[in-house]
């Protein structure tokens, strides 16, 4: 058994309503969709589709390979994924990824903006046949069928749907693992599933999945062989890590992108001059430093809103405002108003190893604004708990953010995290041009027209600030003298199905 460090997610492993990365492992080791990405170069690969074929880039028929079946026995079939994709896309399920149905035709009935559904199933979604199944958008999207791959978008058997919640205690997918036991905020056990038809065969038999909340003591317990992958390392220990494990250390850049969020739905950032403080935040923070001085080299200064390696990634559209400049950010932050309320907090989960680099971030801006108390950082508990803040709107002042690469497109960075009413939208931004652009990149016929979209789309969040790109985000981890052909993904995940013991 492959011993890896975990941590507590937000929600139980249904893919609608999990976001976090604690959740997305388990939920990517015991569901398999139409696709999955390469882990070396993120490339989509068909898993359960045997074809996904359109002739005007907006109707779509999906045909499905037989003889899936999930760990119950029971056969994977067109309405698994109708049916899941409808659940989650359902308002009153209270999906927090529903907003990634939103092209599907249909989708403003199940999913109004306001008052009650008038529809329970997406208009543009028909099961065909036990194998097939057709999909009709709103507007063309050349790139959707790339995004399949996503957890998201995974099946769901029909015990699921006949109750819920007793599903959440006891998970049944079609992945390469079945979860074995599973103790709430302490451990989940995954052991292989012999009826998986994918890709990703196991080569060990099985994942213990064990949650810390204190990086140090995942770290202690890597020393000691007591845990076989980390992938928390402690921010203090980076510079000792390669020798310490004798080589056995993962350093490689990933599609990421680390980001401090700010909520346009509170007192004080709601205002129109409150861009011009976001604007003069970003340029307050001095990003090489910390990166050279806290980060230890493992991250790269952000200078956009994706990330290298992405298509339609360009570096510089953050323009000025991603660069240190003192006197600018001053300039700015008063023209704005100054800082709401006089000063600010920034939250991040203390069980992530984040406050040196707050702590650094919040130095920065106090240096430049001359005042040891306009910045401080605010530790909240576990990562769970942070993200329930978030998704309940109730922040005060700029938090900790991310985004893992779920496929390399600008639209996975740009359309859910700042589209109006965006699946992962956690800032409330709101700005109807920025949609409308959105709106045309993915209609767009090429991807070089669809990348200049996005691009021209960067440039009004350079102008908004809704977002304060950080760095990119390299992969990094340790692993233990008992395990080998251990590597990480670029959505900076182990790949432990390949892991052997």
Known sequence: MVIAA???????????????????????????????????TSAPVYENAASISTTDQQHFTI?????????????VTAASYVDAWNYTAL???RQINSGYFGYIQGYAAVAPASGRPTATTLSGLKVVDSTTFTVALTQKFSTWPQT?????????????????????????????????????????????????????????????????????????????????????????????????????????????????????????WDTAGSAEVRQGISMAIDRPLIIDKILHGTMTPATDWTAPGVSGYDPGLCGSYCTYDPVRARQLIAAGGGLPGG???????ADGGNQPWVDAVCNSINNVLGDDRACTGKPVGTFA??????????MTGPFRDSWDEDYPLAQDFLQPSFTSGGGSNDSGYRNSGYDSLVDRANAASGTAATDRLYQQAEK?????????????????????????????DSFRMPVYYAVRK
Request: avoid cysteine; proline fraction near 9%; hydrophobic fraction near 35%.
């Open 6 to 40: 975990w941590g507590v997610p937000q929600n139980p492993f249904v893919p609608g309503d999990t976001y976090d990365s604690y959740g997305i492992k388990v939920v990517d080791s015991i569901l398999t969709g139409l696709l999955t990405y390469d882990p070396r």
């Open 63 to 75: 045909r499905l390979k037989p003889d899936w079946t999930f760990s119950d026995g029971s056969p």
């Open 91 to 93: 308002a009153t399920n």
């Open 148 to 268: 399949l791959g996503e957890f998201i978008f995974d099946p769901l058997p029909a015990s699921f749907f006949k109750d819920p919640s007793a599903w959440e205690k006891h998970p049944v997918g079609d992945g390469p693992y079945r979860i074995a036991s599973y103790t709430p905020k302490q451990e989940v056990v995954l052991t292989p599933y012999a009826g998986y038809k994918g890709l990703q065969k196991p080569q060990n038999d099985g994942i213990d999945f064990k949650a810390y909340t204190d990086p140090n003591a995942a770290y202690a317990d890597l020393l000691s062989g007591r845990l076989d992958i980390d992938d928390t390392l402690p921010l203090g220990e980076l510079d000792n890590v390669s020798k310490d494990l004798h080589g056995r250390y993962i350093d490689r850049p990933s599609a990421s992108l680390s980001r401090l969020a700010f909520p346009l739905y509170a007192k004080g």
């Open 343 to 349: 000063s600010i907090t920034i939250s991040y989960n």
């Open 385 to 394: 708990e942070l993200r329930d803040q978030v998704t309940a709107r109730r």
């Open 460 to 488: 009004q969040l350079a102008a908004d600030m809704p977002v304060i790109p950080l760095w990119y985000e390299n992969s990094v981890a340790g692993y233990s003298a008992a395990v080998s052909d251990v590597a990480m």
